[in-house]
């Protein structure tokens, strides 16, 4: 009997270099050929003396999934009881998207345009590649968990499963050269990532056999073969991220198969071109959305968590690229801890702030960050639940916390300025975007030089979120809705196009292009500066100076010269009243705080419009070739601290509009005065008493004087000197200054 297996083992041995063969792309392995396609090591392991049994193989890899998987599933009874513990809310919403995916499409449904759902309407593309996605399969497979286990539910995800194999071997599926494939990276990524978390929720369920359960690797092997072979170099943008990231995965947790380590390799190495190149060298996700950018958080997350726990290797900018993805998240949070809405953000649409705390929960988990853990959920989301094992669910009892002390911070390379005196609730935060991707500005926004702000427990100059599906999604994209400046009717974002499917995504053809001119950030005080070609088209050249003066207020000055007359806007994104139009505008909150916006140079017109409960207030000077708004933003904690008026004279908190005992030369010019300190706005030059200083070009420059010693600071883009003299003396003297420098003078 020995020597018959031996000699069975030896005859395996010769035969196995034609049993290791390549997984197809086009047709589902049968489970009595699975076992031809495994490893030598794994062959010889399983095989012994006879083809191994459909229960011998299931057997097997249950075993190896509950070691490799996220958490184990034969703990799934346990965690599930935590689960409806922890996130009560969400039976009804597994239950609600289960029945909303059964009564629409058959078990047995198409996976080829035209077809109609179950209620005899055609299907539409946004549905079709949702359907693709398989997202609600897996509420169908939470339901049958929340519904005593009634055997339908998986019956359900057995023949929707088959379906699509069926639909394989006869050809009869969407293919991506029709914009709705089937088999493309982002669906195919996210159908293989809830599969593999329903097979291991169904792995210990009779219901679910030995023979399926086998029919679903398969699936899954086939599902990464195409992946593989539809991928064979980088290509930029969150598709192919995602399929890859769902490679990766197969091939570690299914790695008994020959071709998952070439697959793993492959998709590791396409994975990190993806970290070179769309994580920013500042940390930010190059599409410059949050929505993006925590959606790669999770893309690299489940590669990597399965990497460390299946100690497979991962290169060190895997670890250097995770951290900052994180850590970007706390430079750009607001003080209570969300996050501004930035570019195409759809978690919850028309929200003006992102939650990040079960994002952060997880980056304190991988990286014990005591900063992360300040804006740390003590749980994680209910997706992000799963993909961590008990014992890093144990560690969000006790996060150990450290609030930040990140000041202004400059993303150069993504083109955000984040302007912030402080992480008190009261403390004020603004926002400037100044960036463009030159590969895939699809999920732009027209936006540009555009500004949010926080101020008093409020965000005071809102951005929205949106949403691909709904009408007015090209509204809400585009610069109506957001706080910049526009020229006539142009509005920033131009050739407007949907993606080639119709699903309500859509892009523009064009967007301007920035350019940061001054970036300076000191204690007292940050400047921007910053310019775009926006309306070059129609010969309008425009400029921003966004400046903060820190404790007190913003002044952004929006500068237009035109080679014929035209309407220059402002737009404000809030709920205004307008006693004091057009030149003063306030919004208040139900905290008493608020935001008045003031115009130094007088605008002629102003107005409001709306959608979807949002307002916005546009301020227009009309029918000239040149105007410059002076605009002050000036957050208030009560009523008493709001713009005032008194004896004529306008007040800014500590700061006066025109009372500066210095006299200005220059057409338009104004001033604001807090005793010794000053800006001054389009002046040639100004003098007090015995001193006169004469600026190289007209200027606008913030100056300090301190008994015998005068600060003065750029606030343009352009180097220009300062020509200072005596009345009393033919002496003078020239001092340079440099865009956004202060430079310091010693009086006679």
Known sequence: MKAKRILTILFLLTTMGLMGQEISSTEIISNSDLHKYLKKEQRIDLLGSETPTASHLAKYFRQVFSERYFYDW??????????????????????????????????????????????????????????????????????????????????????????????????????????????????????????????????????????????????????????????????????????????????????DFEDTEKWYHHSMKILEEHLKAEINDDGFQFERSLHYHLSDIENYFYVYQLAMLNKQEVSEIWTNKMNALFTTLTKVAYPDGTAPALQDDTDRPWAERNIISDFMALGYLLFKDPVMGYFADDRLNHELYWFVNKEKLEELKEIKTQKPDIGSVAFHDTGYFIMRDGWEQDSNVMIVTAGLDDKKPDHQHGDMLGVQAWANGKVILPNYLVRYSLDDFQLFKNSMVKNVALVDDELQGKIWTPNKGRTGFGKFGRLPHPKVLVWNSTEEMDLFVGTHNGFEDIDTQYSRQVIFLKKNFWIIKDNFKSEEKRDFRQVWQGHYTMEQAPNHILSSFENGSGCSIFQLNSVDSIDTQGKRGKEWTIMTKNNVDEFEFVTIILPFDSYLNVIGQSEGKTYFGDWVLNVSPWSTVGPDSVSITNGPKHFFFSVDSISKGNIQIKFSERADVYLEQKENQLKIKSLVANQMTAEISYRNSKKKEMAPIMPGEMVTIKLD
């Open 74 to 255: 034969k703990n799934f009874e346990v965690r599930f009881k935590l689960y409806k513990d922890l996130y009560k809310d969400r039976k009804a919403s597994h239950l609600r998207r289960a029945s909303e995916h059964m009564e629409r499409f058959e078990a047995q449904t198409k996976w080829q345009l035209p077809f109609n759902d179950k209620t005899g309407k055609p299907l539409d593309t946004y549905s079709f590649r949702h359907l693709a996605r398989q997202h609600k399969m897996l509420d169908i497979a939470f339901s049958y968990f929340y519904q005593e286990k009634d055997p339908k539910f998986i019956e359900y995800f057995l023949k929707q499963k088959s379906s699509l194999n069926a639909a394989l071997t006869a050809n009869e599926f969407e293919t991506s050269s029709t914009g709705n494939g089937v088999y493309e990276g982002l669906r195919s990524g996210y159908r293989i990532l809830n599969w593999l978390q329903i097979h291991n929720m169904f792995l210990g369920e009779t219901a679910y056999s030995d023979e399926e359960q086998l029919n679903t690797i398969a699936t899954l092997l086939q599902t990464a073969a195409e992946l593989y072979e539809s991928n064979p170099e980088f290509v930029p943008g969150n598709h192919q991220t995602r399929g890859m990231s769902a490679l990766a995965m197969v091939s570690i947790l299914f790695r």
